[in-house]
């Protein structure tokens, strides 16, 4: 069993890693003026890496919801046991996918004349 510092510790080495990895992704396949498909898709991938879920109803920790997702799938009972972390995976990638969206157009708005 992990203690809550290790637990800690590693969420926060996945989010660091998430996020480095949604810059690299900015950064080497999308245009320099992020467009608003552009804004979505990286939202969409954001939102996919880093929402989290209980692997769970009798977990207290909280795990990616799509390594949850996965494992509980292939691993665990089938899909029903990844049904909720998949909504939640779900609606992160929907929410993920709105903010890039409008943070694209915003950011669009800004640099034209």
């Known amino acids: 069993m992990m203690t809550v510092q290790s637990y800690l510790t590693a969420m926060l080495i996945y989010w660091v890693v998430a996020l480095i990895g949604i810059l690299l992704m900015r950064k080497l396949w999308f245009d320099t003026p992020l467009t608003s498909f552009g804004g979505l898709m990286l939202g969409l991938m954001g939102g996919v890496l880093l929402v989290p879920a209980f692997p769970g ?22 899909f029903e046991s990844a049904l909720n972390p998949a909504l939640w995976l779900l609606g992160g990638a929907l929410l993920g996918a709105v903010a890039g969206f409008f943070w694209a157009r915003r950011r669009a708005g800004r640099t034209s004349p």
């Not at 009798?58 to 089938?78: D, H, R």
Request: net charge negative.
């Open 57 to 78: 109803p009798e977990v207290q920790s909280m795990a990616p919801a799509l390594i949850v997702a996965v494992f509980n799938t292939l691993f665990g009972e089938g």
